[in-house]
């Protein structure tokens, strides 16, 4: 299984971006997907998570209202739509996928298949 993230870049505190996360090499429609991100000195950190149907997400509080997970299965894409950017969330971003229950993944905080990351930096 590969996971690829896309979508990083500049963009100025305010300002927007989409994350795209591609995986191949296996249907993930009935996995739990997620971002995390891991700035430069610092551990790396939960972001959102979504729920195989896209029914449930969850976000680390830093981010709710402003960050968007979600999933287009026939795509076998995972996406982060980024609104209202700002310094603080410059990272290196990257996409999971577990095979496991939500409500035990979740919690849990360990995925099986994870991404290359791709950069996100918020200039001030």
């Known amino acids: 299984v590969q996971l690829q993230a896309s979508g990083g870049g500049l963009v100025q505190a305010g300002g927007s971006l989409r994350l795209s996360c591609a995986a191949s090499g296996r249907d993930l429609s009935s996995y739990v997907m997620a971002w995390f991100r891991q700035a430069p000195g610092e551990e790396r950190e939960f972001v959102a998570a979504?729920?195989?149907?896209?029914?449930?997400?969850y976000y680390t509080s830093s981010v709710k209202g402003r960050f968007t997970i979600s999933r287009d299965n026939a795509k076998n894409t995972v996406y982060l739509q980024m609104n209202s950017l700002k310094p603080e969330d410059t990272a290196v971003y990257y996409c999971?996928?577990?095979?496991?229950?939500?409500?035990?993944?979740?919690?849990?905080?360990?995925?099986?298949?994870w991404g290359q990351g791709t950069q996100v930096t918020v200039s001030s």
């Open positions: 979504i729920s195989w149907s896209g029914g449930s997400t």
């Open positions: 999971a996928a577990d095979g496991g229950n939500w409500y035990e993944v979740l919690p849990r905080g360990e995925y099986e298949y």
